[in-house]
């Protein structure tokens, strides 16, 4: 069980090393760390793209389902939505970080834990309408979005 999931691993940092040499690069992808029994959390990332992309949907088997959302100040108060997908223009980084846009996972099936990995599948749409997928292996912080250890 161990060798399969650090192969899955492998597998998953050698194609988003291969996929970052694409048209979307993905960088400080974190997910946010949950206390037990928590069935949601969210995860943030710096998107960047060479030519325009728009971010269609994330999937990962940690979670029953994911969405991309975003969050507004409505008389006073933050409320988060649901969007269709994220706009990256051409040749500049948007940031999927607390208070706007990030994924949402929802109906987790294991606990975060700050330190571990998990799986997160990214699809975007490229200016020809064709799909470039970017399988990311990402780390877990903590509840304040700090690692574990700093290093
Ligand atoms: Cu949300």
New binding site residues.
């Given amino acids: 069980m161990f060798t399969r999931v650090a192969s899955l691993m492998c597998i998953a940092w050698c194609l988003s090393a291969v996929a970052s040499a694409q048209t979307v690069a993905v960088k400080d992808a974190w997910v946010r760390g949950t206390v037990p029994a928590q069935k949601v959390t969210?995860a943030f990332m710096e998107i960047s793209g060479k030519s325009a992309v728009r971010l269609l949907r994330v999937d990962s088997p940690i979670a029953a389902s994911v969405e991309i959302?975003n969050m507004t100040m409505q008389n006073g108060v933050m409320k988060?939505f649901q969007v269709d997908g994220i706009d990256v223009p051409a040749g500049k980084t948007v940031k999927l970080a607390p208070g706007g846009y990030?994924v949402?996972l929802m109906g987790l099936k294991q606990q975060m834990k700050p330190g571990e990995r998990v799986p997160l599948k990214l699809t975007f749409e490229l200016a020809d309408k064709k799909r470039e997928s970017l399988e990311l292996s990402v780390e877990v912080r903590d509840i304040a979005g700090n690692r574990p250890h700093a290093n």
């Fill in positions: 969210g959302h988060m990030h949402m």
